[in-house]
């Protein structure tokens, strides 16, 4: 193939916190700040689909077919936004509960700690009776039911 023409575009941390870095850019009428944002709008994308694959298991399906393994990333990208619009509203502005290690202090929330949230409602809050109802059903203390509900939140 020939080659092609590109505008480069050379970003800089005046604070020398990261490296300099190049855009590269086929469109050459491209403002440089068009190009930046450009750049700024796919990182969001990036952090999305990378929170996909380490949570859902995109891209490490193994079905028998290929219409199969067609099918299962946008099945998960889908599942992504549920738990994303569902988590939204289930915070409704408050912070989203965040776990953290001794070893790996984090200031926000991930896509896990999303998760975990997800799954506690769904478990806790919603009405999944497996049980029939009557008197001879053992009585779990709140606390503890809370509790086991948060660690299975978060291991599952």
Do not use: N
């Not at 080659?3 to 190049?22: E, K, S, T």
């Not at 009428?29 to 450009?38: E, G, S, T, V, Y």
């Not at 896509?111 to 806790?124: I, N, P």
């Amino acid at each position: 193939m020939p080659p092609v023409p590109l505008r480069w575009v050379l970003i800089r941390d005046p604070q020398g916190a990261f490296a300099p870095q190049a855009l590269l850019c086929t469109q050459l009428d491209a403002l440089p700040k068009a190009i930046l944002a450009w750049f700024v709008q796919r990182w969001q994308l990036e952090v999305t689909l990378e929170e996909c694959r380490t949570h859902l298991g995109m891209e490490t399906q193994r079905q028998w077919s290929d219409r199969a393994i067609l099918r299962t990333t946008p099945a998960l990208l889908s599942l992504f936004s549920l738990v994303t619009l569902l988590a939204h509203q289930l915070l409704a502005g408050d912070a989203c509960p965040t776990r953290t290690a001794a070893w790996y202090p984090k200031a926000r929330p991930t896509f896990s700690d999303t998760l975990a949230l997800v799954r506690r409602y769904l478990w806790t809050e919603t009405d999944f009776v497996l049980s029939p109802p009557g008197d001879d059903r053992p009585q779990i203390p709140r606390a503890l039911a809370d509790h086991l509900a948060d660690l299975l939140a978060y291991a599952a």
